[in-house]
């Protein structure tokens, strides 16, 4: 039965080596498959997807206005597909992520997407949070921080290889780090802006003091 698969990790995890290891898996069997990658991601070129470890494929480049169930349903038309594979999935927009549950849901092809969770600032990429929302299995695949701690978090470099904290979402290119979340202090990169209160500080014991007399079920009570 087909399903809508998401598999999310930091970055140099190995997600793309993953995706071209099961798509050679699948044309080791005879099987056809479709890949696809964003036309912005041009790191090896474009359409063209490739690993640190010098693996590579041809893809489809899409943009952001790109049909992706139309393509997908004009293609088997004319031959059978077994599977379609989608690399840097964060990119994708809402309404593309919809396109493809239409791909499974329609025209029973498994999707398997590959992709980061969150950019720099710890926040979520549209496309990751509707596969994550919207896909039948989730799975991640894991990477390591120089902690030694699990790595969940994808910190940005500039040339010099110091901290970027802020930015446009968007920046293609090697200049990441994968960091676990205590090592990526999320509390100074995140646009959400808490801090936790010093020690003996409380902003919960005067904002749970309720003024009665404005309530008029009071004197019941």
Same mark, same amino acid.
């Given at each position: 039965?087909?399903?809508?698969?998401?598999?999310?990790?930091?970055?140099?995890?190995?997600?793309?080596?993953?995706? !071209?290891?099961?798509?050679?898996?699948?044309?080791? +069997?005879?099987?056809?498959?479709?890949?696809?990658?964003?036309?912005?991601?041009?790191?090896?070129?474009?359409?063209?997807?490739?690993?640190?470890?010098?693996?590579?494929?041809?893809?489809?480049?899409?943009?952001?206005?790109?049909?992706?169930?139309?393509?997908?349903?004009?293609?088997?038309?004319?031959?059978?597909?077994?599977?379609?594979?989608?690399?840097? #999935?964060?990119? !994708?927009?809402?309404?593309?992520?919809?396109?493809?549950?239409?791909?499974?849901? +329609? !025209?029973?092809?498994?999707?398997?997407?590959?992709?980061?969770?969150?950019?720099?600032?710890?926040?979520?990429?549209?496309?990751?949070?509707?596969?994550?929302?919207? #896909?039948?299995?989730?799975?991640?695949?894991?990477?390591?921080?120089?902690?030694?701690?699990?790595?969940?978090?994808?910190?940005?470099?500039?040339?010099?290889?110091?901290?970027?904290?802020?930015?446009?979402?968007?920046?293609?290119?090697?200049?990441?780090?994968?960091?676990?979340?205590?090592?990526?202090?999320?509390?100074?990169?995140?646009?959400?802006?808490?801090?936790?209160?010093?020690?003996?500080?409380?902003?919960?014991? #005067?904002?749970?003091?309720?003024?009665?007399?404005?309530?008029?079920?009071? #004197?019941?009570?």
């Amino acid at each position: 039965m087909a399903k809508l698969y998401f598999y999310y990790s930091a970055m140099n995890a190995g997600k793309s080596t993953t995706l !071209l290891q099961a798509a050679y898996n699948y044309r080791e +069997r005879g099987m056809n498959v479709l890949l696809y990658t964003p036309s912005l991601d041009d790191r090896v070129g474009q359409g063209v997807i490739g690993s640190r470890i010098g693996l590579e494929s041809p893809a489809e480049a899409f943009g952001r206005e790109f049909d992706l169930f139309v393509d997908i349903r004009d293609k088997q038309a004319t031959e059978k597909i077994s599977c379609i594979f989608v690399d840097e #999935a964060q990119f !994708l927009t809402a309404k593309q992520v919809m396109q493809l549950t239409f791909v499974v849901d +329609r !025209l029973g092809i498994p999707v398997l997407c590959y992709g980061l969770r969150t950019d720099f600032q710890g926040e979520p990429f549209e496309g990751s949070k509707y596969l994550m929302a919207w #896909a039948e299995q989730l799975s991640e695949i894991k990477t390591v921080c120089p902690s030694g701690k699990k790595a969940t978090m994808n910190a940005r470099l500039d040339e010099n290889g110091d901290r970027v904290w802020e930015g446009e979402q968007v920046d293609i290119g090697h200049h990441y780090i994968a960091l676990s979340r205590k090592e990526f202090q999320l509390d100074r990169v995140s646009p959400i802006g808490y801090q936790p209160p010093g020690d003996g500080e409380s902003v919960n014991k #005067a904002a749970s003091v309720v003024d009665r007399s404005a309530d008029p079920t009071s #004197a019941l009570q």
